[in-house]
Nanobody, 125 residues
Framework: QVQLVESGGESVQAGGSLRLSCAAS????????MAWFRQAPGKERGFVAA????????YYADSVKGRFTISRDNSESTMYLQMNSLKPEDTAVYYC??????????????????WGRGTQVTVSS
C-alpha cells in the first residue's frame, strides 16, 4: 500500500507564492513517476505537472509552465510543487498521485494508482 499526504495549501493573493508538499510512504518512492493534478469546483481533475523517477525530467501543463516547478527528494520520499505568480484561476484542490504500473510516457489521470486526499489552494484577486 501507498499513502500520500499533501500539505501547504493556503489562501493567498494573486501574485503570491506557495509550496506544496506530498509525503509518500508504504513503498519504494524512487521507483515511480509522480504528478500533481488539481480540481476546481465543477470541473474535472486536470493535470498540472509530472516528474520522472529520478527527478531529472519534468513536464508541465501549458497553463502553469514558467510559473510552477515540480521537484522531488527521494531521500525524504517527498515531492514538491513550487507555485509562483499565482492567479485566481489556480484556485483548486491540488492532489498528488503516483503511477506504480509499468507504462511509458507521463502519467495520465487514468494511470494514477494512488492519490492523496488533496490540499486546498485559494487565490484571491
Amino acid at each position: 500500500q501507498v499513502q500520500l499526504v499533501e500539505s501547504g495549501g493556503e489562501s493567498v493573493q494573486a501574485g503570491g507564492s506557495l509550496r506544496l508538499s506530498c509525503a509518500a510512504s508504504g513503498r519504494t518512492f524512487s521507483n515511480s513517476p509522480m504528478a500533481w493534478f488539481r480540481q476546481a469546483p465543477g470541473k474535472e481533475r486536470g493535470f498540472v505537472a509530472a516528474i520522472s523517477r529520478s527527478g531529472g525530467s519534468t513536464y508541465y501543463a501549458d497553463s502553469v509552465k514558467g510559473r510552477f516547478t515540480i521537484s522531488r527528494d527521494n531521500s525524504e520520499s517527498t515531492m514538491y510543487l513550487q507555485m509562483n505568480s499565482l492567479k485566481p484561476e489556480d484556485t483548486a484542490v491540488y492532489y498528488c498521485g503516483v503511477r506504480l504500473r509499468r507504462s511509458s510516457g507521463w502519467p495520465s489521470r487514468e494511470e494514477i494508482d494512488y492519490w492523496g486526499r488533496g490540499t486546498q489552494v485559494t487565490v484571491s484577486s
